[in-house]
């Protein structure tokens, strides 16, 4: 009798947790006053909504500075190939300086409501990728922000990295173009996929559900667009509108 309670209460659970689509930030709340793409201030706006998540890039530079920055280039600097000191006074569109990951962090730890969505941009080799996956996850730990750091990325090895590195974290792959069975093989717990997909396979959403994984969409901005998805049932919408879509949500 117990075992037959608990299993009903594990279904409840995993029929609730997808019953309310959450919005995430899509590099923070960026589209406001003195706000922008990546910045701190974005991280803080999104808090304030409030959203669920607040997504944000990391790099690693040639010295090994992880740095958030949504492309891999700075001027005609690769940022790879590139030492910290010579990209460090970068300046964002509202005057902030380029931020280390390290301060991001810090300031994401004095907003424990906000999911922090730390997206590792592929690098320009595996060692690369592997080297700045082992030094992201170290930085996580080491902050205790295991539980509020979820990962995301186009790179399926920097997501085989992760899984080995930090087996109990929140992992998704972003590059749409695999099914969600074999995501669930590779051991990561969710599909964050462009929406455009979901025209073609739009059962992968309940494919993922039933093999327990959870399903993100990006980057979806129109009103038409994100009915669609709110209709597919999908639990978290990535948009640079976090307000518009929480109010669409919400209904």
């Keep these: 009798m117990k075992k037959i309670l608990f299993i009903c209460l594990m279904a409840f659970h995993v029929l609730s947790s997808y019953s309310q689509t959450r919005i995430i930030a899509h590099r923070g709340f960026w589209n406001c006053d003195g706000s922008a793409q990546n910045s701190i201030t974005a991280l803080k706006k ?3 909504i ?50 280390l990951l390290s301060d991001y962090l810090q ?9 922090l969505i730390l997206e590792i ?4 080799t595996k060692e690369l990728e592997d080297r700045a996956v082992a030094a992201i996850v170290k930085m996580v730990n080491e902050m205790g922000l295991e539980k509020q750091v979820e990962y995301i990325s186009f790179s399926m090895n920097i997501c085989e990295q992760l899984v080995k590195l930090s087996p ?21 717990t969710g599909i964050d996929y462009y929406y455009k ?7 992968w959403v309940e494919e ?17 667009d994100l009915q669609k998805m709110l209709d597919l049932k999908v639990d978290f919408i990535t948009t640079d ?7 669409l949500a919400s209904k």
């Design 46 to 48: 999104a808090s304030q």
């Design 168 to 188: 109990t974290s929140e992992i998704a792959y972003l590059k749409s173009d695999i099914a969600p069975s074999v995501i669930r093989e590779k051991g990561l």
């Design 121 to 124: 941009k592929p690098h320009l």
């Design 208 to 224: 993922a559900h039933k093999v327990g994984l959870k399903v993100n969409v990006w980057t979806v901005n129109e009103t038409p």
């Design 50 to 99: 409030p959203v669920y998540g607040s997504e944000f890039d990391v790099l690693m530079t040639s010295d090994g500075t992880l740095v958030v920055n949504h492309d891999d280039v700075i001027g005609s600097d690769t940022i790879n190939l590139t030492p910290y000191a010579r990209i460090k006074e970068t300046k964002l569109n509202n005057g902030e300086t380029l931020p």
């Design 107 to 115: 300031a994401g730890k004095q907003l424990p409501e906000t999911q």
């Design 241 to 247: 509108h976090p307000v518009e879509a929480k109010e």
């Design 197 to 203: 997909v979901f025209d073609k396979h739009p059962e």
